[in-house]
């Protein structure tokens, strides 16, 4: 048959057999030849298109009535519902401990030969409904947060009291317990971010670094004992340093004993955060008389050589890729920006930059009587630390590309929050020591879009600069939660 670009009104039979149809009535000549049954002919009407969309619905809707009538008797249970202490469990195994910092590598090992009701599960409980009211801004979470954390303490003391009456020491529920000490010493750091003083602030890294210490030949050989004396020692390091009080002497003896298992770039920083935060305790006697200016400018100076040549192993492991723009970015200070290999790697670096700003900070404020090339070589030595700080900023706010292009995020992941959440004590003490007032300016538009970009943190510290109540470095690391995010 010849295509006439119409449809054919050939009865089907001579459509299929390809045979000229003589449409006669009452059926085709072809059909009674062959002896075929006449299916009769096309009606063209039924050929055209039609918007059928509320008939085939209404066929659909009754298949489906039909269907749950015939299962009715059938009960469909509701999917499971997440409370928010496992939803905040998850959240800060994978955002924090998996994704954010080093602190507690040695978490997951312990959690899987913990019973499921013990304190350290109770502990994570306490220590992950804090770390997601810090992340939400949800106050009403510390209250879930709270009662994890009472039951966690009660938990704890049990187990002690058993194992004092029964003498017994075994090393992985030691473990465990050092473990559950510093999570609920994370949330006390959350939870009360402004009361430095509080007896609770003090109480779990001490206590933590007590049961480290009371061991009886402890093997420090082993990776998880060692990682756990090291967090432990750090965790105290730091919480004198908010508190502004000395550390003990069993920290200084502890770092003596693990000297020969841990030697890297970090432990080195840390032992000179030891001195400084000795020196800041020593320098709350200055307006008394009970400490001597030569004496802090010295120690400070000292102890700014030794972090100096911290840095520069740093540089030399962790080195960053430094990016040059040509065009005008206001997410970038400058001409360029650096990225580093890791978040772990931009933090340590930071920090150590940060003691170095502070060191020469009091260089500069107990050493005013100094000649003018030691002012002139503090004041050089300030900026370049500064400028390397704010240089690392952009890497958290710039999609990076192959072609070295780079546009703004305008949805930042909670990850990336939290990394953003980690340069905030570095732009803050940047602003209060620089004296470039671009650089100032700079500083509060990065805190500007940071906030607008869901970083509330960043509004706070906006304020206390915009107010001119500045605190000291470590006051603001508290009120930031850094030491929450420290890696």
């Known amino acids: 048959m010849v295509n006439n670009g119409r449809p054919s009104k050939y009865c089907f039979p001579c459509r299929k057999r390809k045979l000229r149809c003589d449409l006669a009535p009452g059926g085709c000549g072809q059909c009674r030849r062959a002896k075929l049954s006449c299916h009769g002919y096309r009606d063209f009407t039924q050929l055209l298109f039609r918007d059928e969309t509320k008939t085939t619905a209404s066929k659909v809707s009754a298949r489906l009535t039909a269907a749950v009538a015939s299962r009715s008797h059938v009960s469909i249970r509701d999917p499971p519902h997440l409370t928010w202490e496992d939803i905040s469990r998850d959240t800060f195994l994978s955002l924090y401990v998996v994704g954010l910092s080093h602190t507690f590598d040695t978490l997951p090992a312990l959690l899987t030969n913990s019973p499921p009701n013990g304190h350290l599960h109770v502990s994570l409980g306490a220590a992950g409904l804090a770390f997601m009211s810090f992340h939400l801004n949800r106050h009403d979470l510390l209250l879930l947060a709270s009662k994890q954390y009472v039951a966690a303490i009660r938990s704890i003391r049990s187990v002690l009291s058993s194992s004092n009456s029964s003498n017994s020491h075994h090393g992985n529920n030691n ?14 750091k959350i939870a009360n ?15 933590a670094l007590h049961m480290v210490c009371d061991r009886a030949n402890t093997d420090f050989s082993n990776p998880t004992t060692c990682q756990l004396a090291n967090n432990a020692a750090v965790a105290l390091m730091k919480t004198c340093g908010i508190a502004g009080v000395p550390v003990p002497p069993s920290l200084l003896a502890l770092r003596e004993d693990l000297n020969s298992y841990v030697r890297d770039a970090k432990w080195s920083f840390t032992g000179l955060v030891v001195g400084i935060v000795n020196l800041r305790a020593y320098m709350q006697g200055l307006a008394s008389g009970a400490a001597c200016p030569s004496v802090v400018l010295r120690r400070a100076k000292i102890l700014d050589e030794h972090m100096a040549l911290v840095e520069k192993r740093l540089q030399r492991s ?10 005008y970015n206001p997410l970038i200070f400058g001409r360029y920006y650096d990225v580093y290999p890791s978040h772990h790697a931009t933090q340590v670096t930071n920090a150590v930059r940060m003691m170095r700003l502070e060191l020469n900070s009091i260089i500069q404020h107990v050493g005013h009587n100094e000649e003018h090339t030691i002012k002139s070589q503090t004041r050089e030595v300030i900026r370049e630390l500064a400028q390397h700080l704010c240089a690392a900023v952009p890497q958290f706010l710039l999609l990076i590309r192959g072609d070295a292009t780079s546009l703004p995020v305008y949805t930042l992941p909670p990850l990336q929050r939290l990394h953003c959440c980690t340069m905030l004590t570095p732009l803050y003490l940047s602003f209060c020591l620089t004296e470039d007032s671009y650089m100032k300016e700079w500083i509060l538009q990065i805190l500007l879009h940071m906030t607008e970009h869901g970083v509330k943190l960043a509004s706070d510290v906006f304020q206390l600069i915009s107010s001119g109540k500045l605190v000291d470095y470590w006051a603001l690391y508290a009120m930031v939660g850094s030491y929450a995010i420290a890696a």
């Open 193 to 207: 971010r402004h009361e430095h003083q509080s007896a609770s602030w003090l109480s779990h890294a001490r206590g």
């Open 318 to 327: 962790w080195k960053a890729t430094r990016t040059f723009t040509v065009a």
């Open 175 to 188: 473990d465990e317990v050092i473990q559950s000490a510093l999570l609920l010493d994370l949330y006390e």
